[in-house]
């Protein structure tokens, strides 16, 4: 199972960017799928999730700003970052938790991340 993760890059603050990841290999189903971020000397943070049902969920800090969806046919998640912030400099990686095809066991996988770089 691979992630593809695509879309960064250096952007104004107050600019948008939208993020992709595209997932592959042999996986029965795909259940959450999500996209985290690492700043310089910080932690990994959560930004946004989709279940299986396309809930959402977000970072308090991007919320209204942010908008996760995905694609299911394509296996494909999305990230459209609007409004966005120097703070909002960081990698972003994408996850997603896949139903394995030759052991049905569920299994978190990870994007190679992709950087994206506000500037003020």
């Known amino acids: 199972v691979q992630l593809q993760a695509s879309g960064g890059g250096l952007v104004q603050a107050g600019g948008s960017l939208r993020l992709s990841c595209v997932a592959s290999g042999n996986f029965f189903s795909i259940d959450t799928m999500a996209w985290y971020r690492q700043a310089p000397g910080e932690q990994l943070e959560l930004v946004a999730v989709?279940?299986?049902?396309?809930?959402?969920n977000y970072a308090g800090s991007v919320k209204g700003r942010f908008t996760i969806s995905r694609d299911y046919a394509e296996n494909t998640v999305y990230l459209e970052m609007n409004s966005l912030k120097p703070e909002d400099t960081a990698v972003y990686y994408c996850?997603?938790?896949?139903?394995?095809?030759?052991?049905?066991?569920?299994?978190?996988?990870w994007g190679q991340g992709t950087l994206v770089t506000v500037s003020s």
């Open positions: 996850n997603a938790v896949v139903n394995r095809l030759w052991d049905r066991t569920f299994r978190a996988y």
């Open positions: 989709v279940s299986r049902g396309g809930s959402n």
